[in-house]
């Protein structure tokens, strides 16, 4: 199987027309979309005004995505197959929307655009229009979960998709561009995860048209045997569909997706029924065709089908040049629509012999509408793994391990539904999540050794040292309906920050179509984060992802950061009910003063952001001189810290402690729907008294968020300021002035009026910290005065 | 050569005696500098207070880096090579520090740290010590060009600082965790782009140890057999080296090297001498040891050495555990220090046999400083690619494609230096710079067919699919010594946001080092950008870049917005020429009004921020009742028809136009070197007046630059609010409130005491809005007064 072309086909003469006609119908309607506005089925010879003012598309793609689908077609139907494609050239927009328009999907879910002439009209105008629909397969796409613009993730979320569903196959659709990409390169080694007995199969189907927007592909250039080696050291066995004469290419991709599917049946059966363990190599098509295959052969005297030149719109100038116009036509009438669709435009008969039934079609699959299969995910009564605050401030716990403890139980609750994941690049156990070991491995499929642990043939871990492939198998899985958490390292999210921001651009246009059920939100934990990167340093200090998603859509994002472990717990078990989010949760692993109750952590967190009457020396009634406020584990502590030193130092100030959670509620609540009112927001920070806020990232954030707040003037923000090294957690907040000793200070310069012994107290600060800088450089470690600080009111 | 082990070898037992006491003392270094603060040389019996109080390293990998450094001594010894190293594995910083110490080299940057007893126990104490050095190898390190903390770029750091270094050789260690990463596994197609005759070559050495933090790896599981059709399939043929036999590992790692380096000769000498252009296959070493090699086969019961235990600080309770300590002891004396360091603590003679001496030691080498090497850019004078204004926007260019015509010549004026390259994934025409392919082709080394167009063995446009590809190709022809450039879609250049960051911290920290020669900054031409993506419409959106790195250092970020091909020119002249920068230039390449004549763009560019008189309709003497601002070439445009509009409705009202090139202007001048002091900001947008700004991008990054300016109440910012699809260029900015009807509301809404009129018009500019939706739903084009206007004054 590894070796030669598929084999000679079985397809009879009657299968091949009907196949044929249905690849031909879909080419047509997807020149259609690129040029056509008016005089959609040729009834009249094609003039200028029937053509697009702005000619926009992908026609190259089109031809070999139109072949896949024809032919998965016949497969689904032909076996009653359980599938999903994931288009990874989805600028072949024209392509896939033709395919749902003939198999009768888009029609029901656009009742606007039926299946005859005015439908096809409709279809075609609003391709590429104003007001239309996008040029990509889109979230407006039935049928899609992947929105091929950016390239690079199709393999990664067939991956996710396949994962815990059993009886699906997936099919992924690589263009050779997008297989340049790192992500999709690494990609291939996903089937090292992939469990045969639980999980569904990927059929990859590369397709190798030749050329990218102005070049050859690296991989169409290789030789035939150098890219069997590369395919079989990814884990693949090769078949190949090569040609340019249809009813030859028509029979070779039936055979090869016949094999194909045997040998995934095969792989399946031998693991779920006889038990077998190897790793099976999964098998692969290389579908070799032209790019803009049945296209315009020349243009203007330049090649143009099989070239790059085929990529969006061979002809280019169809209303002002006639010779173009006349090119066009010959072109679309080359398809012969008058056998393709009947009087009303209605797809005949033939056309639609190969083409599913119900959920059976590609556009009609409830796994590319996720939130329909979606059940609610079981989260056990926090109360079991709250921890105990009779006071606050008295112990410590290391807030990700006990949220460990609760994914675990998740993970124990979901051990039958199998609908949760966990992934994260090798970094579960170093992020303090190691508790979830006690239900579930990791997923490994390899060879394994003595000394290995967790590893798991079964397991819903899903760890690799790839936060692309990462990203991109927990995006498959939530869209395709089931629940999931990546936990990583705060600095090295921004690898996926593209990734997200797609991810946040579907979810946002899903949110709008009332068809897309909502799906169980992307949620991150970020953890191992700038404050505490004490032996790796500079380069592991990043807390830049927060102000990455926040630019995004407020419909969509929201960004948490619980102070301790309880109100960790409280918002986990928030974000991971929710759905159509991205949640960014920021929370240390570290050992962590316990401030609230789990009964207070809620309270609090339903706020969202409040005041700590318990931290503060402000008089019950009265207003205070100074709000320290404060947003992240770190400077919680150092401002809780700072507040011991004013209290000790200068009692009669009176300084309120505000904690925020939900950092969106800074926000003006028309902006972000968790945004507080401007009285809300005066409530806490006040409006005119000064405001020294510690915040766990860039400062300029806060200002960017506050900055129409009536007191905005008096808001003075320490955070991170890219200034970081190897070195000790106190020595972080001292380089960048986010310590006690400087919180101290900066209040004291902003509150007007205060006694002589300010500028004492202000001195001794100082001195504090330069005495921290002098035994540090001694010792190593932070001085015994910070290093053991602990909280008492 | 693909298939066996490498052949026995020829070392003498005197040479591997030799490599062998190199080897260990290298590692004897290594784990004193996690371990040890006093007694180096073990004089005294090890004590819990010679031991650092934090335990901080990467010991795991240090063993194998240090192996391949020994070898890599001996072959440049023994071949006078040319020779730099990339350590993948960066983060066992302790190896790469422990051989630039045993070779002289860090000594001689570093003088504080002798290569004696006084400077071992420097080296040991500094590492991973506040105020010392980072546990990574990092700037600091002789002889680097890449942080190995955030992984994935070392294969193509390697390749970048190849190309164009004929007589180099660039070995680069990967490790097998970095090799699951997307951008490795993307980075092996790198080979199909390095020209075996104006290019060096690049000797991978996949270090195969088995574990990454917690789990075993990918490729260390595969069988032999599927890991070489893998790296076959990769272009490479493999030689493998393994074993846990120290002697039998040396005779084979020599043997592979020779092997390697014997067929990189060949391959470059068929090449430049005998006329052979087919794509060479490059050898790959394949070096299979165990993670932590040579330390503690167990602690506690537990096995370590080769298991992922062994990835940091294997034995961590030393100061406080008895056995632990005697364990360390044990450990560090079986390197038998006495042999290896004389009485003075100097390396003895037989540990340094190998070392190579002055320039070519690896810690030496001016490529890993590259700055010492770089030639300043010639760069014509731009008058001969100015485009011709007798007055502002009379005329239209495509500013990128003007650009690409200055970049020709820049690629003409190197061609015979070959120090200058552009690098972007497959859109250097589709951004308007197919100029340059006048001068240079594209780099390509596979097969070529008829129809292709400017590929060329020896081209130095470097296009892949793969942004990260291109990101590391520049970053290591950059930190090389060289110049270049990299055009990108805006959007999607947020895929290299990590790198992005990682280069940037490079920078900053490199600044900082006296001994390293600044380098030619790495500038981003991003084009393609928000407001013009008609046809890939949302996915394609994103002007968020910008943001991404202002949060980065001030000292090296800068960001550019020209507002038409003169100022790009003039921006262009000024980034190409800067050194230890990160330069954003977002320029687009659509027709565009010609705004400045070159020595009005000049003068503009050098204040970064200016008046627009001609623009305006302020009296010369008088204060504004109003600012128009813009940044960027669609607001300016946008801006510049409001005023417009503005002039005819309301000839009264003194509208000023403020334009900002180079964004950091905004910002105070005390956070960034270019900023305002608020006299100079003041001069410009009033303290006073309503200011409607018109940015490129997101609008909350003008409140962020400019929120303590004393009119930052007044400040009124329109820009992209994450709004877009598929669609006309004029409803984008209408979508996004940017449009020139919006921007009249905005100061009929902001100036007081304005006359009844006023009230009119606002609602003509609303009826406006009005329409163009109507229109373009109906016409699918903008309306023509939109679509044809004209700037006149």
Redo the contacts between chains.
């Keep these: 199987m590894s070796d030669g072309e598929a084999a000679p086909t079985t397809l009879s003469a009657e299968e091949l027309d009907a196949l044929h006609a249905h690849w031909r119908a879909a080419n047509y309607l997807a020149v259609g979309q690129i040029y056509l506005?008016r005089n959609p089925l040729l009834r009249e010879p094609l003039r200028p005004e029937h053509i697009?003012?702005?000619l926009?598309?992908h026609w190259g793609t089109s031809p070999g995505l139109n072949l896949v689908h024809t032919h998965l077609n016949r497969v689904i139907r032909a076996r009653d197959l359980n599938a999903l494609c994931v288009w990874g050239p989805g600028?072949g927009g024209p392509a896939v929307l033709a395919n749902s328009w003939l198999e009768g999907s888009y029609s029901e879910v656009y009742p606007g655009v039926p299946r005859d002439g005015s439908g096809m009209e409709r279809l075609f105008r609003q391709f590429?229009?104003?007001?239309?629909?996008?040029?990509?397969v889109?979230p407006e796409t039935p049928g899609s979960i992947h929105?091929g613009?950016?390239?690079?993730y199709s393999l990664a979320h067939a991956h996710g998709a396949a994962l815990d569903n059993p009886d699906l196959v997936v099919a992924c659709v690589i263009g050779d561009?997008?297989a340049?990409?790192?992500?999709?390169?690494?990609?291939?080694?996903a089937n090292?995860f992939l469990d045969p007995v639980h999980d569904g199969a990927v059929l990859p189907v590369l397709h190798l048209n030749g050329y990218?927007?102005?070049?050859?592909?690296?991989l169409s250039?290789?030789p035939r045997e150098?890219?069997?080696?590369?395919?079989?050291?990814?884990?693949h066995d090769p078949l190949h569909v090569s040609g340019d004469d249809p009813a030859e290419v028509h029979r070779a991709m039936a055979a090869a997706m016949d094999r194909a599917l045997d040998r995934i049946a095969a792989v399946q059966s031998a693991a779920r029924e006889h038990g077998v363990t190897g790793r099976p190599r999964w098998p692969v098509i290389v579908l070799r065709t032209p790019k803009g295959w049945t296209g315009p052969a020349e243009v203007d005297g330049q090649?143009v089908e099989?070239?790059w030149r085929a990529h969006?719109v061979p002809l280019s100038g169809v209303r002002e040049n006639p010779r173009h116009l006349a090119q066009l036509e010959a072109w679309l009438r080359s398809y012969r629509p008058e056998e393709l669709f009947d009087d009303l435009g209605r797809p005949r008969p033939r056309v639609l012999e190969c083409v599913p039934e119900g959920k059976r079609r590609l556009g009609a699959t409830p796994h590319a509408n996720g939130g329909l299969l979606t059940r609610d995910l079981p989260i056990a009564p926090l109360e079991r793994f709250a921890v105990p605050v009779e006071k606050p401030g008295a112990g410590r716990h290391e807030p990700t391990q006990v949220l460990g403890e609760l994914l675990e139980q998740v993970m124990a609750d979901t051990a039958a539904r199998r609908d949760f994941r966990l992934v994260g690049p090798?970094?579960?156990?170093?992020n303090r999540l190691q508790a979830v070991y006690g239900a579930t491995g990791?997923a490994?499929q390899?060879?394994?050794?003595g000394?290995?642990e967790h590893?798991d043939r079964h397991g819903r871990v899903m760890?690799?040292?790839?936060?692309?492939?990462c990203q991109g198998w927990l995006e498959g899985y939530l869209l395709t309906g089931r629940h999931g958490l990546f936990s990583c390292y705060e600095?090295?999210v921004?690898?996926v920050?593209?990734m997200v921001?797609?991810h946040i651009?579907w979810l946002?246009?899903s949110r709008a179509l009332p068809w897309r059920a909502p799906v169980p939100s992307l949620t991150y934990l970020l953890t191992s984060h700038v404050w505490r990167q004490?032996?790796?340093?500079?380069?592991?200090q990043?807390p830049?992802f927060v102000?990455?998603v926040l630019?995004?859509?407020p419909d969509v994002v929201r960004v948490y950061l619980p102070p301790d472990a309880n109100t960790l717990l409280s918002v986990a078990d928030h974000v991971l009910r929710s759905r159509d989010h991205v949640n960014v949760v920021v929370a240390g692993k570290q050992p962590t003063f316990d401030w609230l109750s789990l009964d207070q952590a809620r309270a609090h967190c339903a706020r969202g952001a409040g005041i700590w009457d318990w931290a503060g020396t402000q008089d019950e009634a009265g207003d205070p001189d100074a709000v320290l406020a404060c947003a992240g584990d770190v400077p919680t502590q150092e401002v809780l810290a700072a507040v011991s030193l004013l209290r000790a130092e200068l009692p009669d100030l009176a300084v309120r402690v505000v904690n925020v959670v939900d950092l969106a509620r800074l926000m003006p609540h028309e902006e972000h729907p968790h945004g507080m009112t401007d009285a809300e927001y005066d409530a806490l920070f006040t409006p005119d008294k000064p405001v020294v806020f510690a915040y766990h990232g860039?400062p300029?954030?806060i200002?960017?968020l506050a900055?129409r707040r009536t007191g905005?003037g008096n808001l003075h923000v320490r955070g991170y300021k890219?200034t970081g090294?190897?070195?000790?957690p106190f020595?972080m907040v001292v380089r960048n002035d986010l310590d006690r000793y400087r919180l101290v200070m900066d209040v004291i310069d902003r509150v007007p009026g205060l006694a002589v012994k300010a500028a004492v107290v202000r001195q001794r600060m100082e001195d504090a910290r330069t005495r921290h800088h002098a035994y540090?450089?001694e010792?190593?470690?932070d001085m015994p005065e910070v290093a053991d600080w602990a909280w008492t009111d």
């Design positions: 506005m697009k003012p702005r926009l598309g600028h590429s229009f104003p007001g239309g629909v996008p040029s990509h889109a929105e613009g950016e390239l690079g561009g997008e340049e990409t790192g992500p999709l390169a690494g990609s291939w080694h090292k990218k927007i102005a070049n050859p592909t690296v250039r290789l150098e890219l069997d080696e590369l395919l079989r050291g990814y884990g090649p099989g070239t969006q090798d970094e579960t156990a170093s990791k490994w390899e060879r394994t050794l000394t290995d590893l760890e690799i040292l790839s936060e692309h492939l600095a090295f921004h690898i920050d593209s921001n797609q651009k946002k246009t004490d032996h790796n340093g500079f380069s592991h990043d830049g102000d990455h630019n995004k859509s860039y300029w954030l200002h960017r900055y905005h890219e090294t190897t070195t000790t020595d540090i450089r010792h190593g470690t």
